[in-house]
């Protein structure tokens, strides 16, 4: 009798670990039987061998003692740094382990734990584990729960790329790379779109800057490949490092980021009225980060404002109807932005534009003065257009490149792993009684 065909034979009355695939065809293909007593596992001199991001020599064990009616297994985690998830949340302490249990090792071994004997004993007739099911817990813990929203594929890939955001993490630390990665979701404001649906784009943030940068999901996953070959190359003791320009870690420092938006209601111009307002600029995460002040005034087919004394104020916007409008948008300055940005311009694009509309650079947060002008003219005012300027609002968004403190690193003397788990404490110290949760927007 082979090998293969023992196992298959000693899995209907023997505990047992198999995996779990994207891929469900290739789901249950490793199998790895539990003998009585300890079960080590790990990457090196254990019973069980397991490779892959985030996994330990020694990572965690499963005591099988035989005893009625169908046995005892404990698991627990062989060092405090080993990443352990039973069914979906992080062990810290010994566990008990029942019928179709899921076990997440490191971030990518996933398996799921039979006891043929205690199906038996209690009857048991329940669905066998899906690896979609088993993500879905890790993904809820993570704070999927919040993201109701969503359709079932928007999920599925919401879930696949939680997955891939803690392999990117693993490779970080074991190769102290000094980033973290986390999911945001954008709004169609922030990604410059007046409608639509959020989207999930990854946050890559320098542990020693602490400036990040958001990329899109494919930009990240793209990204995830190239990392796991430089992370094979450092598994094997080849040489791995790579010029900033190619290391899949890195981002250039002349890399624009999208700072914040601000959105101007253009009301006023339906009244033919002028409008100085300062507005807030928001960020990705709808926080107030800075001002924005900025002027709508109608004018005539040269540029010249109406005074007072050339009242134009209608009472009803249909009044506009075929007539000429001009107007002029005026950004005089911005204020307020943390001090890490610079080389900042607004940019927007008016309704019926093809391209965008882009300020002159400020240098710095402290040279505030933008004097952005543009003149605009609707010769004659369309239905299509007055519905525009009553109900619509014009995206101003801000952009511009990040600079690191002048003091350097922030945690000079800790490592990338050392420098995740304190943020975790401190997370952890604020909220006492809440579960740590990513944060999705």
Known sequence: MSGLTEINAA??????????????????????????????????????????????????????????????FLIEKLHPDARLL?????????????????????????????????????????????????????AAHAGLEDRGDLDQNSQQGLIELIQAVEEANSMS?????????????????????????????????????????????????NRKFAMQEMFEDFKEGENWQLPDEQDPFTETPDAEVYIGT?????????YHMALEIALNITDYRDRKIGVLNVTLLPCNENGSPYTVEQDKFVDDPADLLNQDLHFTLKIASI?????????????????????????????????????????FSFMPLTKEVLEYLSTGALLLQVWGKQRPPKDGSLHKSKNTKQMIKSELMVLASAAPNEPIKKVWN
């Open 262 to 270: 601000s959105n101007l209601s253009l009301e006023s111009l339906a």
């Open 11 to 72: 899995k209907t009355s023997t505990p047992h670990l198999y995996n779990l695939n994207m891929d469900a065809q290739l789901s249950g293909i490793v199998c790895h039987l539990l003998h009585p007593g300890e079960n080590k596992i790990g990457h090196k001199d254990c019973d069980i061998i397991l490779q892959g991001p985030s996994l330990l020599e020694q990572h965690a064990k499963i005591t099988f003692t035989e005893q009625e009616p169908f046995g005892s």
């Open 86 to 138: 039973l069914n979906g949340d992080p062990e810290t302490e010994v566990a008990e382990l029942h019928h179709y249990d899921r076990i997440m090792f490191g971030t990518t071994q996933l398996y799921v734990f039979v006891n043929p004997n205690e199906k038996k004993v209690l009857q048991q007739d329940i669905p066998a584990p899906t690896h979609e099911m088993a993500q879905m817990e890790i």
């Open 173 to 221: 630390e074991e190769m102290d790379r000094r980033v973290k990665f986390d999911i945001v979701m954008l709004s169609p404001q922030a990604r410059g779109l007046t409608a639509g649906q959020t989207e999930d784009h990854v946050r890559m943030r320098n542990l020693d800057s602490g400036l990040e940068w958001i990329w899109p999901r494919q930009k990240f996953l």
């Open 335 to 375: 204020s307020g932005l943390p001090p890490q940005y610079a080389d900042m311009y607004v940019q927007y694009t008016m309704f019926f534009e093809n391209e965008s509309n882009r300020s002159a650079v400020i240098s710095d947060t402290s040279a505030s003065e933008l004097n952005f002008s543009k003149q």
